[in-house]
């Protein structure tokens, strides 16, 4: 039983925020954004956390349907593959969107509880504050469970989408294979600045090396991550009459492959250059961190998802303007 000797029922909005920040020392901002859910022009309401209950019990509802959606479109997706589910790169996404739905559904099903939890609270003496506080923290709740779910439906059409059109993933395998030319490419301009002397004198070659490491272990991670998928496309089957998987193009699936190849060759001309001479003094500095570094990349095997490496590698990157322009 919350018990609280002030009531807010009545007070006007700048009152109420100043008497419970008095009360509980909390943010003030944050209080008036909860007491706002349960104010009507510009005085506390009783009646205005009913309506803010009824409001957020629709917003509830919401990532259910939401959910189930996701659901349809992943069942659609899994029977538009079902000639290609043997492959890595298939069964693997398919897995993964059965394990996010799971995740999702079940943050949904605590919506629930969490929504009856706020009523009870709702129904304590002098607790509009609190119960506010949780209506907004249960509305951002629900919120944000819908929108996993909108992206995991998105993600599943989009997998459907090149499944019964493989040209698609040729197409964005190929966009894919821009972005690791760009790391490689990246990397060998490091190492000709450093090599030139065309750096800034404030720079530490240091720092620059483990920098160009990191991009570089990064590069050879997406590198096999786009072999991978160019091995199943290889042994992506020609469709049968009740199949729904579309046909690869065999001569753009023989240019891609052909353009990995020149970009594993420059990568490993690249990798002779971060050893020899003084310059291997890096490693002294930075050796167990890019370590580290290389093991949690071990947990980004194929299928990888990209924005997680490029985070990751944000964590890991030297806090040096020198390293970042270089």
Not at 16 to 41: E, H, K
Not at 171 to 195: E, I, P, S
Not at 258 to 285: H, K, N, Q, V, Y
């Amino acid at each position: 039983m919350i018990d609280h000797d002030d009531s807010l029922d009545g007070l006007s909005l700048d009152a109420a925020v100043d008497g419970v920040v008095a009360r509980t020392g909390d943010d003030p901002d944050a209080v008036r954004a909860a007491l706002g859910r349960v104010t009507t022009d510009g005085i506390v309401r009783r009646e205005a956390v009913d309506d803010a209950l009824a409001h957020v019990s629709k917003v509830v509802s919401t990532p259910e349907t939401r959910v189930e959606n996701a659901g349809m479109l992943i069942d659609d997706a899994r029977e538009a593959a079902a000639a290609v589910d043997h492959l890595d790169s298939v069964a693997e996404r398919l897995d993964d969107f059965e394990t996010r739905h799971a995740a999702v559904a079940s943050r949904v099903d605590d919506l629930g509880d969490q929504l009856q939890s706020v009523v009870d609270l709702a129904n304590e003496p002098d607790a509009i504050y609190e119960t506010a506080v949780e209506i907004r923290r249960l509305n951002a709740a629900a919120n944000s469970a819908q929108h996993t779910a909108d992206k995991l439906g998105v993600d599943a059409e989009e997998f459907e989408a090149w499944v019964r059109t493989p040209d698609r993933r040729l197409a964005a395998l190929d966009d894919d294979a821009d972005a690791v030319a760009g790391f490689v490419d990246g990397v060998a301009g490091t190492f000709d600045a450093l090599a030139a002397g065309d750096v800034e004198a404030d720079v530490d070659p240091a720092a620059v090396r483990f920098d160009a490491a990191l991009r570089h272990r990064v590069a050879r991670l997406l590198l096999d991550d786009l072999r991978a998928e160019v091995d199943d496309l290889r042994a992506w089957p020609d469709p049968g009459p009740d199949d729904a998987h579309g046909a690869v193009d065999a001569e753009g699936l023989a240019a891609l492959d052909d353009r990995l190849t020149g970009l594993e060759e420059r990568w490993r001309s690249i990798d002779d250059r971060f050893d020899g001479g003084p310059a291997a003094a890096w490693r002294d500095r930075y050796g167990d961190r890019l370590a580290d570094f290389e093991a949690a990349l071990d947990d980004h095997a194929p299928p990888v998802d990209w924005r997680a490496v490029e985070s990751l590698l944000g964590e890991y990157r030297p806090e040096t303007e020198s390293a970042e322009s270089a």
